[in-house]
């Protein structure tokens, strides 16, 4: 399976959350709100979640084998290292683009 575009919305502020990302697989896939997120031993990727009913937060989508996972957070977090870089990239809520 190939990562075939992401597209990373920056979120502005000095909270651990840095982004939201949309992943294509395939170029026929779409997977969502995919979080950057910085925490104590470095920046990782958080897969999208839903709170249950009991308070517990589980994965929508998520990738079912360690290589896979190490491959989509290297790439992600190697476009949010570029968009970083990109002076015309804005943080979510600077701009109204639909995703």
């Not at 990562?3 to 026929?28: P, S, W």
């Not at 190490?70 to 992600?76: D, E, L």
């Amino acid at each position: 399976m190939e990562i075939t575009d992401i597209r990373v919305r920056r979120v502005g502020g000095e909270g651990k959350l840095k982004a939201y990302v949309t992943v294509t697989l395939d170029n026929c896939f779409v997977v969502h709100n995919i979080k950057v997120i910085h925490g104590r031993s470095g920046t990782f990727i958080a897969m999208p979640s839903r709170k249950t009913k009991s308070g517990e937060y589980k994965d929508v989508a998520h990738p079912i084998n360690s290589e896979f996972r190490s491959r989509m957070q290297q790439t992600i977090l190697s476009a949010y290292e570029e968009s970083l870089d990109d002076p015309t990239a804005v943080a979510a809520g600077e701009e109204d683009e639909a995703y």
